[in-house]
């Protein structure tokens, strides 16, 4: 049976001591919640990892290009009315102090496991997008497809700043997932004070990403967004969805070609985005595109 760990990762350098804060989520291909605990330092994230996952899904930047250039995969997504976290090297440093996923990308995708990203509230409003809308239904008109999207949101249930999770979100957050994988009982910490709270805010995201690595292994209903040495991004999507990646991919390209013909080179203008099926860990082909 396949497995695939999920990990949110506490990006934060200083906050990486002290109580855990990041979180792994191990779940079957088939979608059974194997194993749920939380994770601290560099160690405490690489031992939860389990050693038979195949893939293993983060929600934090594992690749990012050189000097202060932003990623493709965060530039597609805004231009799908998702605003992404913009990655550069140096936003990573003012925010976060660092990169802790380019650092343990080399160890995680160890023993021969695939890696890859998720974007937890992508995946989340995806789930949310597909109790109206099956993700088998033909896809809509494009303008009215962009108008009911702007309309669903993801869940709000981190911290927000230092302050405490939301336990309401949460609870939200737990039921989409749920509809879409066998929990094994889990639910939230009940009455467990601020720290529970932010416990369980890191496993939902922790399941969001282990689902964004299941539904793409399962085959349909998933994109691949960018490259692995420029950040390969899993994205649950329906035929709307896609459909709108595709577009942007295409935009993206034809903005690179035209910088290329004005003599800029084509890495600096993004024209290496590909939206393709990959090969994950050498488990076949999958996504669409």
Same mark, same amino acid.
């Given at each position: ?145 962009? +108008? %009911?999207?702007? *309309?669903?949101?993801?869940? $709000?249930?981190?911290?927000? =700043?230092?302050?405490?999770? &939301? @336990?309401?979100? #949460? ?85 690179? +070609? %035209?910088?290329? *013909?004005?003599?800029?080179? $084509?890495?600096?203008?993004? =024209?290496?985005?590909?939206? &393709? @099926?990959?090969? #994950? ?9």
């Amino acid at each position: 049976m396949v497995i695939v760990a999920g990990l949110h990762l506490e990006q934060h350098l200083g906050r990486v001591s002290g109580p855990p804060r990041s979180a792994v989520a191990a779940v079957t291909g088939d979608g059974r919640l194997r194993d749920l605990r939380p994770a601290g330092d560099d160690d405490d994230v690489l031992a939860a990892i389990p050693e038979d996952a195949a893939l293993v899904v983060v929600d934090a930047p594992l690749a990012i290009p050189e000097g202060d250039r932003r990623r493709d995969a965060e530039t597609v997504l805004a231009w799908c009315d998702h605003a992404a976290f913009p990655v550069s090297r140096a936003r990573m440093e003012k925010v976060y102090g660092g990169a802790r996923g380019v650092r343990l990308a080399p160890a995680l995708g160890g023993a021969g496991r695939a890696v890859a990203e998720a974007v937890p509230d992508l995946v989340l409003r995806q789930l949310a997008w597909e109790r109206e809308h099956p993700a088998g239904a033909p896809p809509l008109d494009l303008a009215e497809y962009r +108008a %009911r999207w702007l *309309a669903v949101r993801a869940p $709000a249930f981190r911290p927000r =700043g230092g302050g405490r999770a &939301r @336990p309401a979100g #949460i609870h939200e957050a737990r039921a989409l997932l749920a509809a879409v994988l066998d929990l094994a009982g889990w639910e939230p910490e009940e009455d467990g004070g601020d720290w529970a709270a932010i416990r369980d805010a890191a496993r939902v995201d922790a399941l969001a990403c282990a689902y964004a690595g299941v539904r793409h292994l399962r085959g349909g209903g998933s994109v691949a967004l960018g490259a692995p040495d420029r950040g390969l991004v899993l994205v649950p999507a329906d035929a709307n969805l896609a459909g709108r990646i595709a577009l942007h991919v295409e935009r993206l390209r034809a903005e690179a +070609a %035209r910088t290329r *013909a004005q003599g800029v080179g $084509a890495e600096s203008a993004g =024209g290496d985005t590909p939206l &393709r @099926p990959p090969s #994950i860990g050498g488990l076949g082909q999958h996504g669409e595109g």
